[in-house]
C-alpha cells in the first residue's frame, strides 16, 4: 500500500533523499563566507578571527583612504561609461538583430555579439593586454581609453540581451499601427519603440554597470600603471595584508550589486 | 456614374511572395471603391482581402500595378504619407499612452496646434461614447471599449479611407451585433470611405454597400449584397454567400432539364444561356413544398431529416436525381408538423429562383 501510494505521487524534486542538506549546504557555501565577510566589517578591532565589539570605523578608515576614494571614482566613471556606451550599442544591435529580415549571416553576429560570454575572460584579458600594449608602444597614450574600450566590449553582451528579449516581446503591429498615424520612422521609434522597450534598456544598462564595477581579471591586465580600480586595489591589498578595510570596502561594493541587480530584476519581471 | 466619385481605384495589382514556390497573394485585382461607401472585401482566410487591404494602407507594396487614391497614385507612398487610416483587428493600441493620448497621437503627428488636438480628441471620445475613460490606459479597459478607441484613433484625423481588418472578430456575438450597429452610424456621420474586411459572409451582407468576393488572390464577384445573393456568377460565391443546393442541368430552350428528366422553367434573362451542362443554384428559403399528387413530371423529393431552428425549420430532402437539396421554410405559430420523414414532397420553384452558374 504504502508503495504504491508512494509510486502515484507526481514527482517532486523536494521528495528526493537529502534533497534538504543538500540546499542547506549550498547556502551555506555561497552566503556564509558573505555573511562573515560582512560581520567582520563591522568588527573594532583589526582581528579577523575575533569579533570585539560593533563599529564603523573601518568604514570611516577607508573613506578617509584616498587610495580607496581614487580608485572608487575611477570604477563608477569607468562602470558608468562603459555602460553607457554597451547599452547604445547594445540597443542599435538589438534592433538590427530584430528588426530587419532574416539574412544570411545573422546567428553569426549573434555569436560575435556575445562572444565575451563564451571566451574565457583570461584569454581575452592576456590577447588585450598584448594588443594593447603594441598601441601603448607605438602612441605613447596610457590613459582611461584602454580600460573603458576592454570594459565595453565584455558589456554588451549583458545589455544586450534583456533589450533583445524586450523588442522580441513587444507587437510589431505598434510601429505599423505609428507609421499608419503618420509617424516618420524616426518618431514611430521615438514615441512607440523606445518608450516600449525603456524598461529593457535600463534593466540591460544596470547589469552592464555591474558587471563593469565588479570585473577584476580584464581591469588587472589592462589598467596602465596608476589606474587602480576598486577590484584592482582591493586584490593589490590583500596581497599585502588583509584588513578589515577590505571588508568594508567589498560589504559596500555588495550593497551596489544587489541594488542594481535587484532593479535589473524588478524591471525585467514586470509584465507590460 | 460621375468621375468623381472614385476614392480607390486599384489596376491590375499584383503581390507575390517568392520562395520556393511563388506565393501569388494577389492575383491581378483591379478594383473601384467609390466614396462615401461601406465596401467590404470577402473570403476565406488566405485569400488576399488583408494582403489587398495592406497595400490600400501602404504597408506593403505591389509587385506590380498601380492603386490610386482620388485619381493620385499612391502604389509606393510609405503609409505615413497617405491619408488612410487603419483599425487593426489586434487593435494595436500604444499601451503607454492613455486612451486619450492614443487618439491624439495620428493628429500629433499630423503638426495639429495642441488646441486643435484638445478639441478633436474630446469629440471623437464623444463620437464613439468614451469620455469617461480618456486617462485610462488600454490594459484597463475592456475588449469593446478598446475596439472603439481603435476606432476613435483612426477616425480622429479624418482620414479618406478608413480600412478595417477584421476588428469584429475579437468580440463576442452580442458585442459584436452592436459594434455592427455603431460601425454603420460611424460611418454615415462621417462620411469616410470604409472598407472593411472580413469572412463572415453574414456580417458583409448586413454591413456593407457592396461586397467583394475574394479567393486564391482573385476577385471573383462584386456588386452590392442583394445581387451577390441572388446572382452569384459561380459556385465558389454562392456557396460562400448563403446555404445553397446546387444541381447539374442540361440548358434546353429556356429549360433546365435535370439527370432525371425532371424539367424546371428558367426566367426570361436565363432564357439568353446558350444550350449544355450547367450548374445550377436554388437557394434553401427559395422552395415551397406540398404534400405529392403523384404527377410524373412534378420536381419532388422524399423527406430524409428535419431539423428545427425556431424562427424556420431546414428540410433535408433526396431528389429522384439522388441528388440532396435541403429547404428552409420559416415557422409560422399555426403551424403543426406537416411533413414528416419519410414523406414524399413536391416542391414549386418560382422561375427567378433558379440561378445558372457559370462554372
Not at chain 2, 437539396?325 to 429562383?353: C, S, W, Y
Request: aromatic residues 10%; contains cysteine.
Amino acid at each position: 500500500m504504502a508503495r504504491s501510494s508512494l509510486f502515484n505521487r507526481p514527482f517532486e524534486i523536494k521528495r528526493i533523499p537529502s534533497f534538504q542538506s543538500i540546499a542547506l549546504f549550498t547556502f551555506v557555501g555561497l552566503y556564509g563566507p558573505i555573511i562573515i565577510l560582512i560581520t567582520y566589517s563591522f568588527n573594532s578591532s583589526a582581528s579577523l578571527g575575533v569579533f570585539e565589539s560593533f563599529s564603523f570605523q573601518w568604514y570611516i578608515t577607508a573613506w578617509e583612504n584616498e587610495k580607496v576614494q581614487e580608485a572608487a571614482f575611477r570604477s563608477l566613471y569607468l562602470a558608468a561609461t562603459a555602460a553607457t556606451i554597451a547599452t547604445i550599442a547594445a540597443t542599435m544591435a538589438a534592433l538590427a538583430t530584430t528588426r530587419t529580415k532574416k539574412f544570411r549571416g545573422m546567428t553569426l553576429i549573434f555569436v560575435i555579439i556575445n562572444q565575451p560570454l563564451m571566451i574565457p575572460e583570461i584569454v581575452t584579458a592576456v590577447a588585450l593586454l598584448v594588443f594593447f600594449a603594441m598601441i601603448k608602444i607605438a602612441t605613447g597614450y596610457t590613459g582611461m581609453l584602454y580600460l573603458i574600450i576592454a570594459h565595453t566590449a565584455f558589456c554588451i553582451p549583458f545589455a544586450y540581451l534583456p533589450i533583445r528579449a524586450r523588442l522580441e516581446s513587444m507587437d510589431l503591429t505598434l510601429e505599423t499601427a505609428g507609421a499608419d498615424l503618420y509617424a516618420t520612422p524616426w518618431k514611430t521609434f521615438q514615441r512607440i519603440t523606445l518608450p516600449m522597450i525603456w524598461p529593457g534598456i535600463i534593466a540591460g544598462y544596470m547589469l552592464a554597470f555591474v558587471i563593469s564595477l565588479d570585473d577584476v581579471v580584464i581591469s588587472e591586465f589592462v589598467k596602465s600603471a596608476g589606474q587602480e580600480t576598486l577590484p584592482t586595489y582591493m586584490l593589490g591589498q590583500l596581497r599585502r595584508f588583509i584588513t578589515p578595510e577590505t571588508n568594508a570596502i567589498a560589504t559596500v561594493n555588495i550593497a551596489v550589486s544587489v541594488i542594481l541587480v535587484s532593479g535589473f530584476f524588478l524591471l525585467t519581471q514586470r509584465k507590460k | 456614374m460621375t468621375t468623381n466619385d472614385e476614392a480607390i481605384e486599384i489596376k491590375n495589382a499584383l503581390k507575390v511572395y517568392k520562395g520556393d514556390t511563388d506565393v501569388y497573394a494577389l492575383n491581378d485585382v483591379s478594383l473601384m471603391i467609390k466614396k462615401n461607401e461601406f465596401f467590404t472585401l470577402l473570403g476565406p482566410s488566405g485569400c488576399g482581402k488583408t494582403t489587398l487591404l495592406r497595400l490600400i494602407a501602404g504597408f506593403e507594396h505591389p509587385t506590380s500595378g498601380t492603386i490610386l487614391l482620388n485619381k493620385e497614385d499612391i502604389s509606393l507612398l510609405p503609409p505615413n504619407k497617405r491619408p488612410v487610416n487603419t483599425v487593426f483587428q489586434n487593435y494595436a493600441l500604444f499601451p503607454h499612452m492613455t486612451v486619450g493620448g492614443n487618439i491624439a497621437f495620428g493628429l500629433e503627428m499630423l503638426g495639429w496646434s495642441k488646441s486643435e488636438v484638445a478639441s478633436a480628441v474630446d469629440e471623437m471620445l464623444e463620437l464613439v461614447k468614451m469620455q469617461d475613460l480618456k486617462n485610462r490606459r488600454p490594459a484597463e479597459i475592456s475588449g469593446g471599449q478598446q475596439q472603439r478607441v481603435a476606432l476613435a484613433r483612426a477616425l480622429a484625423p479624418k482620414p479618406q479611407v478608413l480600412l478595417l481588418d477584421e476588428p469584429l472578430s475579437a468580440l463576442d456575438l452580442k458585442l459584436r451585433k452592436q459594434m455592427q450597429i455603431e460601425l454603420k452610424r460611424l460611418q454615415s456621420e462621417t462620411g469616410i470611405t470604409f472598407v472593411f474586411v472580413t469572412h463572415d459572409q453574414e456580417e458583409a451582407l448586413t454591413m456593407s454597400d457592396r461586397i467583394a468576393v475574394m479567393n486564391e488572390g482573385k476577385i471573383l464577384q462584386y456588386g452590392n449584397p442583394r445581387d451577390i445573393y441572388h446572382h452569384p456568377e459561380n459556385k465558389f460565391v454562392a456557396n460562400f454567400i448563403g446555404d445553397s443546393n446546387f444541381l447539374l442541368a442540361d440548358i434546353q430552350n429556356g429549360n433546365a432539364v435535370l439527370t432525371d428528366g425532371t424539367e424546371l422553367k428558367l426566367s426570361k434573362e436565363n432564357k439568353q444561356v446558350s444550350n449544355g451542362q450547367k450548374s445550377i443554384l436554388i437557394r434553401p428559403e427559395h422552395v415551397q413544398m406540398s404534400k405529392a399528387k403523384g404527377s410524373k413530371k412534378a420536381f419532388e423529393g422524399k423527406i430524409s431529416n428535419i431539423v428545427y431552428f425556431g424562427t424556420d425549420t431546414h428540410f433535408h430532402l433526396e431528389l429522384k436525381t439522388g441528388d440532396d437539396f435541403t429547404i428552409r421554410k420559416q415557422n409560422t405559430p399555426n403551424e403543426g408538423t406537416d411533413f414528416e420523414i419519410g414523406a414524399v414532397v413536391e416542391l414549386t420553384i418560382d422561375e427567378n429562383a433558379i440561378q445558372i452558374l457559370n462554372d
